[in-house]
């Protein structure tokens, strides 16, 4: 039975960190226009209204979309500023921050005509949401379990292949079967694009995926970590949030460190940006 809902952490500071990551990929996969596919293993609503009751619970926005959102001056960043203005057309009123949009809208809204997003959803509830959103007629709704469906799609019939993998972790052996799924994928698409996220906890049971990844041969894995406090500080929650990008476009880890170096400070005092190659070419 799955518990987990993401509408109780919506615009977290992970949720930003994802995110970004995720636009500032899809922004360099367009530069071609030879097809991708988009695969969104574990999809969610789709688009998170703030004033939900579950939302206001946590109020865990506060501290990731907010502050970005109330900096008042345009940022000097190009990829913030983009990002910004694509989280603009989410509102219903464009001065107001109503609502936060899930990985299947940033997916979604960049789509073109020869691209195909599948997105994956297994929580019933939380899949009949995601039916009533308004997305691109390229995107396809599966009510199922994410990473059976994402062997299932291997090969990709497009050139391209870009895959989100965000699950909530809810069960320890998830860091395992997503380790297994990707090293899967990557044998059956060696130049795909794999985004993978993963929440930093005082248990540090992502190490086990980190180590899985490393063990199983696969290069080219960049890792991109941020911080809203040190480890070690507090004894329950997510202290950060990471992101591991197979066969990051060229660039990338360039351009997210100029950008988190931005909204790094509007997140609180503590918090921090590191990033490194996890494994090399
Ligand atoms: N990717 C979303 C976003 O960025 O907006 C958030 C996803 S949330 C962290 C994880 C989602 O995965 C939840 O909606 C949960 O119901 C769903 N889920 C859990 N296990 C799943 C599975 N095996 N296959 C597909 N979806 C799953």
């Known amino acids: 039975m799955l518990s987990y809902q993401h509408a109780y952490h919506a615009g977290n500071f ?3 960190h994802k995110h970004l990551t995720l636009y500032a990929v899809i922004d360099y996969l367009l530069r071609k226009k030879t097809a991708i596919t988009y695969i969104d293993t574990h999809a969610g609503r789709g688009l998170y209204p703030l004033n939900a009751q579950e939302t206001q619970r946590l109020l865990e926005y506060r501290e990731g979309v907010w502050p970005l959102w109330q900096a008042g ?3 000097s960043d190009p990829l913030l500023n ?8 989410a509102q219903t009123d464009a001065a107001i921050l109503t609502h936060y949009p899930g990985s299947p809208w940033w997916l979604s809204h960049t789509l073109r005509e020869q691209d195909q997003l599948r997105l994956f959803e297994l929580h019933p509830g939380e899949h009949e949401q995601l039916n009533a959103q308004a997305l691109s007629p390229n995107a396809r709704r599966v009510f199922g379990d994410g990473l059976a469906g ?3 799609m291997l090969p990709a019939v497009t050139p391209r292949l870009c895959v989100l993998i965000d699950p909530s972790y809810e069960r320890k052996a998830e860091y395992q079967d997503v380790a297994d799924t990707v090293a899967y994928t990557l044998e059956k698409a060696r130049h795909g694009v794999v985004l993978i996220w993963y929440p930093l906890l005082p248990a540090g049971n992502h190490h086990r995926l980190l ?7 696969i290069r ?5 970590e941020l911080l809203l406090h040190e480890p070690g500080s507090q004894a329950h929650g997510m202290y950060g949030s990471g992101m591991l990008v197979i066969n990051p476009p060229w660039g990338l880890d360039k351009r997210l460190a100029a950008t988190m170096a931005e909204i790094t400070p509007q997140l609180g005092a ?3 940006y590191q990033a490194d190659w996890w494994v090399g070419e």
């Open 270 to 272: 503590t918090s921090r």
């Open 150 to 152: 994402l062997k299932a």
């Open 73 to 75: 001056s345009t940022p």
């Open 82 to 89: 983009a990002w910004k203005a694509a989280l603009t057309k």
């Open 220 to 224: 080219n894995i960049w890792r991109s």
């Open 211 to 217: 180590s899985s990844l490393k063990a199983s041969g």
């Open 14 to 16: 992970a949720d930003v």
